[in-house]
């Protein structure tokens, strides 16, 4: 366990000794408010939630998860760090879950930073702040969930770009899976039971479920699988192409 | 303190390490030699633990490196192929990172100071390791892997590309180690394992071709026990006709020749020891002789013949 908070520290204190993370936080903060503000209309609904802001996080995640996770494994492979990371005396797991909690503290900073949303729409209104935090809770594994993706695809490749975009189309796959056009195409040629499967893994049906303020242990099961699911193939892909 | 039985390696249809078997005690600074590609480079990685091989067992200090990986591993220091490194780390931080997960036991700062005092690292220890020099990252990289004092140092080309006085410190520093500890390390430098090596392992096409100390693979140069010798150019003739003669030459060769001098190399017949006789002919025939000595072997005709790209030895 000490072995994976020292990896993890070591991570996390990567992403600030580069601009990275301050260009990061500052693009992500940036497009919350012009979504949120301009395209989202929160102030001409005139309703005291954050439903207007909570809306794009799958998209801008879309976009900005894949730019933290691409350089995860990449990098090591490229700059061949990989063989001294792999000769410490750590284990592969703990050296993949130190990765990835790592990225996903740093995800999770960005987000605590659009607290001054909160306070703007309790300074307006009187919203359901449950609801609220519910949807923070979501929105946090959520973007677990995006990395995990992006952490298992970049463990494929030596190549950043390559990583960015393949995981950039799988994450959108799983954004897809949801929407009704989606289904729809399924659903002449396969059965009820597969368009639900395929529903089910949708991110947007789980995390507008849980921003409705209700976090049912369906979707906390969905995205805790999930992101196992990556992390065990990202442990694999690691552990088969170690050389390559 | 290290065995290895029966390692082989294989990326697809391609055999980088077939068939390797050997062991290293304590107090052995083993050089790994090779032409590029031969396979030095992947078996050390399968010693570490790094890859796994395809067949066979690599075992250090009585924990298997793939049953046991955590143990070996914790008592190994490696310096891998170009010495990798965390670019955006300073050398203090990235040192203190590799104590906190080795679990450095005592005061950690301690032993960074000393270390570093070691390998000379003082003066860099506060800039990111990115805009070090070749010389210094390789340092960075050798202090990293004797950080936690181990009992067995596997050192893929430590001294390559620093420049000679480098080299000369880190192989002191290498031999002043290696007492107490198993030391194996690859290089292409020939001087480099006359230098510091107490054994070496001849590597080509993934087989292992010798395995025997810098003196032994001398010895099986044919230049080994030939006797050389520089004399004015004008004597030469009269030289070469009664070394010719001697019973004990079995075939004479021109060496380096300048305007005034030619340096010939007599070759003895098997078993036979010459210099005593060229000594004595020397004196009675008052040649003017500059220089004469006995070679003890080049390893670089030993090694080109041994991996296959020079001709076979005449005797």
Known sequence: MSKTITLMKRELAGYFATPVAYVFMV????????????????????????????????????????????????????????????????????????????AWIFAGLALALTFPFWITVNLLGDPDNGVILASYIGSFLMAGGFLAIGACISASTKNQVIAFVISVTLSFLFILAGFPAVL????????????????SLSFLTHFSAITKGVIDLRDLVFFGSLIGCFLFANATLIELKKAD | MIEIQHLSKRFGLFTAVDD????????????????????????????????????????????DVQEDAI????????????????PDMTPR?????????????????????????????????????????????RRV??????????????????????DPNQKHEVRALIRSMARDKVVVLSTHILEEVEALCTRTIIIANGKLVVDCTPAQLAAKSRYHNAVSLTIPRAQRERVEKSLNGMAQVASLEFGRADDSRVTLIAFPRPGASLVADIGGKARDERWEIDELHVEPGRLDEVFRTLTGFGSVAAN
């Open chain 2, 20 to 63: 390797i078997s050997f062991q290293v005690d304590k107090g052995t600074v083993l050089g790994f030699l090779g032409p590029n590609g031969a396979g030095k480079s992947t078996t050390m990685k399968m010693i570490t633990g790094f890859l796994s091989p395809t067949t066979g067992k690599v075992t250090v200090c009585g924990h």
């Open chain 1, 184 to 199: 729809n195409f399924f659903k002449p040629w396969v059965g009820q039971a597969v368009v639900d499967a395929i529903s």
């Open chain 1, 27 to 102: 693009i992500f903060l940036l497009l919350c408010g012009i979504l949120t503000f301009y395209l989202g209309d929160f102030y001409e609904n005139g309703q005291a939630d954050l439903q207007a802001f909570f809306t794009w996080h799958p998209w801008l995640y879309l976009f900005l998860i894949p730019a933290i996770s691409m350089r995860l494994w990449a990098e090591e492979r490229k700059s061949g760090t990989i063989e001294l990371l792999m000769t410490l005396p750590v284990s592969l797991a703990q050296a993949v879950s130190a990765k990835f909690l790592a």
């Open chain 2, 71 to 86: 143990a070996a591993k914790e008592v190994m220091g490696y310096l891998p192929e170009g010495a990798p490194l965390y």
């Open chain 2, 141 to 162: 990289g050798l202090a990293q892997a004797i950080l936690h004092d181990p009992a067995v140092l596997v050192l893929d080309e430590p001294t390559d590309g620093l």
């Open chain 2, 93 to 137: 931080g990235f040192l203190g990172f590799i104590a906190e997960l080795r679990g450095v036991k005592g005061d950690r700062r301690a032993r960074i100071e000393e270390v570093v005092a070691k390998v000379n690292l003082q003066s860099v220890l506060d800039v990111p390791i990115e805009t070090l020099s070749k010389g210094y990252k």
